[in-house]
């Protein structure tokens, strides 16, 4: 099964090239401090906004840190969000999305007002409101993403449980004598598992560019670590004499949300229930 | 003999668009230790809503048991908790569909589904050594050819006879006393058909089981059943031996099917410049949520009078042991 999944992935061009970006990313993430020529809190105010050159391949920013080294680090930051952002609001949005679409009746009446509720708050200020809250700092604003995040991924698995849970062998589990649990979680799950994937993947994108809104607007990670969006908050200030300090960053949040984006279209070819055919 | 299975007076609706269809109306059967029952009806009878029922499968959304009851061995069924359901199903009573490939689940490998079954009954948990011994076993028993490959093989990657097999050696994994058979060779070839039915037959005889074998085609009946029920409109309409049925039929729908069945004796012989239409029953078969008053049967029936419509007969001992619900039988 797995086997031809991996053969079709093989043959899309797009989602290869984005999955190769991904992976170098993750690798330098894990490999920060190795590859990093300086260490990005290393302060060097002489030096500062330095444009590009041998020594500071990226330029320095506006305390002579690295900048290349500073963004490389915030790969760090960008990945970790995406991931467990977009984790929680899948494990949420699996369990509720699954209750819903098998049992049905009042309880999918209630979690989906729920969901409708939740989908009705613009989503990026509710963020604000809440981290502003609250004190602004990485781990929960890998939380607050993922909660504003599982509405639209309960919504999607609710409704292809509907239709997976219609199947006969659904029915034949049940003459089994298996439990509810067990067929909504053994047997229907991996049957929805094609389109999670595919909104997780693209959802690990919006939750990169969210972080790095935040961080830009001064709510998300905090200076000195890292991140993209906070480098940028410098890099407005100076942008008419430091054009690195914005271009650098920006590349980074572009290429990397690509990168997923072209993953998650790759994904949704791939695990198109064409699959039978094959 | 004794009677392992007994269905008395079930009456189960549907809700369909807002209505309520009556699916089966005051059902009952009864099915002998070591015996194999035939249900014959044409779509929309009711039969396989009455294997359904048996287990209690029909979910709430879609319809409910509105009266009657089931006894297994003279237990009752419908109200048992959900616990003790789900030992039943597959434990003691296990049944099979009719489109084997939509019946399993295609993510899985066929041996692990297999291992499912087997595991979930057992009250012990098997080592995977045994596990994979008995799963070879099994398919052995239902006559797979090569049973390792198969183990590992997908349900797409196997022909209908081969998942139709599975699909038995799946139903027989947790060694129940009865098996429902909802039309399991509706989807196969004929020469497969004749595979899988002497399968059923031998393992019948072999393993000492009990079988409700539901389907529409009499010709699979009258070799693998020893009683016949003839469902009509949600109800039965004869019960009888097999060899009572098919020499004396007493219901006019009965004989109506028997007659509609093309016969080789009389087949059209073109050299002689013969041609025969085949028989059938005049009408359709009626809309459940719209049924005919009195007998059921009386619209396209060939011998009906003034008194079938009013009431509908209740289903009488004409002969010995054959039941017929028609006021005109015998």
Redesign the interface.
Known sequence: ?WKIFWRRFRRNKLALFGALIILSLTVVAAIAPVIAPFNPNEQDILHRLEPPSGKHLLGTDDLGRDLLSRIIYGTRVSLLVGFVAVGIAIIIGTVLGLLSGYF??GLDSLIMRFVDITLCFPTFFLILMVIAFLEPNIWNVMVVIGLTGWPGLTRLVRGECLSVRE???V?????????NRRVMF??IL??VMAPILVAATLGIGGAILTESALSFLGLGVQPPTPSWGNILTAGKDYITVAWWLSLYPGLAILVTVLAYNLLGEGLRDVLDPRM?AE | MERILEVRNLSVEFYKGGKIVPALRNVSITLNENEVLGIVGESGCGKSTLALSILKLISEREGKVVSGEVLFKGEELLSLSKEKLLQVRGGRISIIFQDPFTSLNPVFRVGTQIAESLSLHRKENLPAQQLEKEIIELLQLVKMPKPKDTMLSYPHQLSGGMQQRVMIAIALSPNPEILIADEPTTALDVTIQKEILGLLTELQKKLGLSVVLITHDFGIVAETCQRISVMYAGNIVEEASTSEVFHNPLHPYTRGLLESLPSREESPDFSQGEKRRLKAISGQVPDPSNLPSGCKFHPRCPIVIEQCKPEEPRLREVIRNHWARCIRAG
């Open positions: 099964m049905g009746g199947r006969e062998f029915q034949a589990a049940k003459a089994l004598g298996l439990s053994i047997h991996p049957n039978m």
